[in-house]
């Protein structure tokens, strides 16, 4: 059973800067795992923000980028806005299936 | 414009059947791979299932192995998902997904299944 793990909350102040991990329970997470980013606010489907590690759909904005980080996917947001206050969920591939990391709830305070 | 609309979602008693759609336009179907997946209420995504352009290959999450079947029609741009033998943690609200990438997703369809 693959666990994808991510950091439950994390809270940023507005203009701030924040990182979110990704982690895998296989051991470090490659660009083989084509790590994929995606936003959900309430009520809502997900968004798609950024594909096999660090490339951003046409409607990403330019604060949010995605690498890897000492063995985890990565995902930065830089100069963060009062509406980037949302979930996100990361999801890494495993030779045919897809596992979504549980989350992490971004609070902008 | 690409959209994404699923359809058949529903209460259910537990141990039924459910027939989900997802009717897709915009883009080429038959060139993408396509993916379910779903949030039960309150929590959080989890892939379900995916399959192949020619419908060649499928892929399921261990939970439903057995029980759901994926399958197109790439004639009529359209994603189906068979769900068989349903239980009470198959609710949520499912949602159809294009590609590789994830990139376009429906609006989701809710099923529950409760007696």
């Known amino acids: 059973q693959t666990v994808v793990t991510q950091e439950p909350s994390l809270t940023v102040s507005p203009g701030g800067t924040v990182t979110l991990t990704c982690a895998s329970s296989?051991?470090?997470?490659?660009?083989?795992?084509?790590p994929n980013w995606f936003q959900q606010k309430p009520g809502e489907a997900p968004r798609a923000l950024i594909y096999s590690t660090s490339n951003k759909h046409s409607w990403t904005p330019a604060r949010f980028s995605g690498s890897l980080l000492g063995g985890k996917a990565a995902l930065t947001l830089s100069g963060v806005q009062p509406e980037d206050e949302a979930e996100y969920y990361c999801?890494?591939?495993?030779?045919?299936?897809?596992?979504f990391g549980g989350g992490t709830k971004l609070t902008v305070l | 414009e690409v959209q994404l609309v699923e359809s058949g979602g529903g209460l259910v008693q537990p141990g039924g059947s459910l027939r989900l759609s997802c009717a897709a336009s915009g883009f080429t179907f038959s060139s993408y791979w396509m993916n379910w997946v779903r949030q039960a209420p309150g929590k959080g995504l989890e892939w379900v299932a995916n399959i192949k352009q020619d419908g060649s290959e499928k892929n399921y999450v261990d939970s439903v192995k057995g029980r759901f079947t994926i399958s197109r029609d790439n004639a009529k741009n359209s994603l189906y998902l068979q769900m068989n033998s349903l239980r009470a943690e198959d609710t949520a609200v499912y949602y159809c997904?294009?590609?590789?990438?994830?990139?376009?997703w429906g609006q989701g369809t809710l099923v529950t299944v409760s007696s």
């Open positions: 997904a294009r590609g590789f990438i994830f990139d376009y």
């Open positions: 296989t051991g470090a997470v490659t660009s083989g795992h084509y």
């Open positions: 999801l890494l591939y495993y030779g045919g299936h897809w596992v």
